[in-house]
Each structure stands twice: as C-alpha cells, then as structure tokens.
C-alpha cells in the first residue's frame, strides 16, 4: 500500500485519468514502471519512471500523442534512493531547475504552449541556482546558498517580490568606492601586464597606492616596470618586465598630501608640510602626463621619526608626489 500511495496521488493530480487513460496520452503504458538511467536526455517507456544515477536531466523526450492530440500528458520520475538523486536542469526542454530528494517522486506535465515540462502542484522538489561560481570556478549544487558577513563587509539581503528575486547589498566599512581608505585586492598567476577596471576596484579616485607582492609565505614585494592610472575611468594598469604571478594592492586613502614639482633630483616635505603626523606613509610619484599617469621610482626614499619626506631622483623629473 505505501508504495501505491504515489501512484494514487499520481491519479489525482491528473485529475481521476489513472485507470482510463495514460497520463502520456494513450502514448506510453500506465501501470507499469520502467527503469532509465539519469543522462543529459532521457526517452521515457512508461509514464512512471525509476531514474537511477545523480547526472542532471535537461530534456525529456517528448511522446507524440502530447503534440499531435492535444491530450493531457504527464509523468512520474522517481529518483532511486540507493543511486540517486537525479536533478533536472533548464538547458533543454523542461521549464524548472529541480532538485527532487532520493526516493521521492516528482510528477510533469507537458505544455505543448512552450514545449516544456513543468512541475504538477504538490510535487516535492527544492528549487535551487543552476550554478555558483566563485572566482570563476563552479561550486556542488546545492539547495540554498549562503552569504556571510566577513571582516568588514555586511552583507544585507531583501525580498524583491516585484521582480521575483532576492536582492543581496555587500557594504564595506572600509569605503570602498568613495576614496576614503577603501580597497582592493586581485591575485593574477604568470602575466606581464594586468589590469584593474575603476568599474571593478570601485575606489572612486585616482588617488590610489599601488603595491604587489609574489605568491611566497611570506611574500615579497614586487615591484614593477610600470604603474598607470587613468584620471577618468580609474582603470589600473600594471605592468612588469617579465612574467610574475601575485597579488595586486590597490588602497585608497582620505589623508593624504598632493604636490606638483617641476625638473627636480631631489624633494624634501617637511611633516610640518603635509600633516600627516609622525607615522610610516605610503609615498607614490607619478610623472607629468595630462592624461594617464605613469609611476615614478625613485632612487631613494627617507621618512625620518618626526615624518620629514625626503625624495631622490637619479635624474631630473617632473610631477607629482602622493603622501598617505
């Protein structure tokens, strides 16, 4: 009896046809279940079906008595406790990702309207993201996903009934995206050139401390041949002499102090000058250019107790110092 308990609510959600008509229209036998193997596409024998196997099911092969006769066509797919569960994807024609739980069934209906299979009402199944990537790798199916708070981001997720969807803010109390001490982190494996989209950073100024360090534990600063960032768009664009594998830093600070200078070997910014205090700054050079700008090495750099700045060129330069 438990195990016609399915069949009998089969009969019901196909409103009381059980007995006089196949609910594949007449195409396939009733009272008889056949045994499939989970694949990509599967061609059902009979309208209950044991699926055995977890591959995901994207379409289901369609009898023609459900496009031709206009008739009422349905049909049961159970997933094998022992080898299962199977899930059904939306790549071919089945018009809902489901995920039904081992050793329970799932009833379709075909809509001749949009050529798919769709769910009956009462049938078991989780609704869930087809897919999940992280870092562009995708990750097991699961039911739910789960978005966690991290150290300094808030994640705050609201129902948007409207558009039939959940919708996820991640705030960073760090600023990101306004220039106040915001910032960014990208990892990149054997390139000589890699750039960081303003769209992507989300810094919201070209004001930006650039550093990059190597995969080693503990890492070493890298430093590259070159460093450009655009004044508009706030793209980054690093490039090294040969080909590294790293992370890039990219930080934005509030305070901060900008000076142009103009043929200089040598410059001296007394902490009376910037206001910084007495602390270790962050001190970038950048050249003359009106439209990107390009980094400047210097040959030395001196930040003495009390927060004098003292710079070195090898040769005379022309731009801008950044002190944060």
Request: proline share 5%; hydrophobic share 40%.
């Amino acid at each position: 009896m438990k195990r016609f308990l399915p069949y009998l609510v089969f009969a019901i959600l196909t409103r009381g046809n059980l007995f006089s008509q196949s609910p594949l229209n007449n195409a396939l036998p009733l009272l008889v279940e056949s045994t499939v193997a989970s694949a990509s596409s599967i061609a059902p024998v009979s309208a209950i079906v044991l699926i055995t196997g977890t591959t995901q099911i994207n379409t289901i092969t369609v009898p023609t008595g459900c496009t031709t006769s206009g008739g009422n066509c349905y049909i049961l797919l159970e997933a094998d406790s022992a080898t299962g569960p199977f899930t059904l994807g939306t790549s071919g024609n089945i018009g809902v990702t489901l995920s039904p739980t081992a050793g329970t069934m799932v009833a379709l209906a075909y809509r001749p309207a949009t050529s798919k299979w769709y769910p009956l009402g009462g049938a078991s199944v989780s609704l869930f993201y087809q897919t999940v990537d992280a870092n562009g790798s995708a990750q097991t199916q699961r039911s739910a996903i789960n978005l966690i708070n991290g150290t300094n981001v808030t994640i705050t997720c609201v129902d948007n009934s409207g558009a039939n969807r959940t919708d996820c803010t991640v705030s960073s109390s760090g600023g990101g995206g306004s220039g106040t001490g915001g910032s960014y982190a990208s990892s990149f494996t054997s390139q000589t050139s890699v750039t960081i989209a303003g769209t992507t950073h989300n810094l919201g100024t070209s004001n930006i401390i650039v550093g990059v360090v190597d995969t080693a534990s503990p890492a070493n600063v890298i430093a590259p041949a070159n460093v450009t960032i655009d004044p508009s768009t706030f793209n980054v664009v690093v490039t090294f002499a040969s080909s590294q594998s790293g992370t890039i830093i990219l930080i934005a600070s509030a305070g901060k102090y900008v000076a142009a200078f103009t043929n200089q070997t040598a410059l001296s910014i007394p902490a009376s000058t910037h206001n910084l205090g007495a602390s270790i700054f962050h001190v970038t050079v950048y050249d003359a250019s009106s439209g990107t700008r390009n980094r400047i090495e210097p040959g030395s750099l001196q930040i003495d107790a009390s927060g004098n700045v003292t710079v070195n060129f090898a040769v005379p330069q022309s731009g801008q110092i950044v002190i944060e």
